[in-house]
């Protein structure tokens, strides 16, 4: 599997989903640094690919509907997060195979203490 990381996250979340076995692909190295949210979008939809952010703008589905994404992963981090807390997250998400088979279409929401997801529109 195949995630685009936008900027809000830490660089080394790249590294825990390669230790996975999937492929992370940072914006920061694609010259997407800056980009508006709406170009990070469009490249995941091109691309193919699940975009995984630590910003809930992605979260708004009148603006980013899930059906319309590879996958749609939001990081939920505490107010004052440490790197190590959002690798966590990431982590444990990863862990959940049956989750990543099935996140075409849906919006999943993870915090330090649960996973949502968001089921995709008939």
């Given at each position: 599997?195949k ?25 920061r190295?694609?010259g ?7 170009v ?5 939809q ?14 708004d ?16 981090r ?7 807390q959002?690798?966590a ?9 049956n ?7 849906r919006?999943?929401i993870?915090?330090?203490w ?9």
């Amino acid at each position: 599997m195949k995630f685009l990381i936008d900027a809000s996250l830490p660089r080394d979340v790249a590294r825990i989903i390669a230790s996975h076995g999937h492929q992370g692909i940072d914006v920061r190295d694609i010259g997407l640094r800056s980009a508006d949210d709406s170009v990070i979008a469009s490249h995941a939809q091109a691309q193919r690919i699940a975009l995984i952010s630590g910003d809930f703008d992605f979260a708004d589905i009148r603006v980013y509907p899930p059906q319309d994404y590879f996958g749609l992963v939001i990081i939920d981090r505490p107010e004052h997060p440490t790197v190590a807390q959002v690798l966590a997250m990431v982590e444990r998400l990863l862990t959940h195979h049956n989750l990543l088979a099935n996140l075409v279409g849906r919006l999943i929401i993870v915090d330090e203490w649960h996973i949502r997801v968001r089921q995709p529109v008939p």
